[in-house]
Nanobody, 121 residues
């Protein structure tokens, strides 16, 4: 499955962005999807994940409820709604897919290219 992440951009601290992860080649409805972020020199870090059906979600502890992951399987798209953005959220965000839900990067077999999120203070 080929993934494409989009929706990144420049936002002021306290603002919101919605990232989208779309699939081509195969329907995304058969895959759990995770979002990860990465800054230069650091490892890719788990942000959020959602099961194939959408019934199970997982979030990184540091988010404290600011982000919401959801999916629309009719559109083969997974969303990451990011609210109350902070400068420390600035990173490249990647979506990844795998048949089973996971919270580590190595749990995911398929990756999209990243989308950059820049948060100005």
């Amino acid at each position: 499955v080929q993934l494409q992440a989009s929706g990144g951009g420049l936002v002021q601290a306290g603002g919101s962005l919605r990232l989208s992860c779309t699939a081509s080649g195969r329907t995304l409805s058969n895959y759990a999807v995770g979002w990860f972020h990465q800054t230069p020199g650091k490892e890719r870090e788990f942000v959020a994940a959602i099961s194939a059906s959408g019934g199970i979600t997982r979030y990184a502890e540091f988010l404290k409820g600011r982000f919401t992951i959801s999916r629309d399987n009719t559109k083969s798209t997974v969303y990451l709604q990011m609210n109350s953005l902070k400068p420390e959220d600035m990173a490249t965000y990647y979506c990844a897919a795998n048949p089973f839900l996971g919270t580590t990067a190595r749990a995911y077999a398929f990756w999209g290219q990243g989308t950059q999120v820049t948060v100005s203070s």
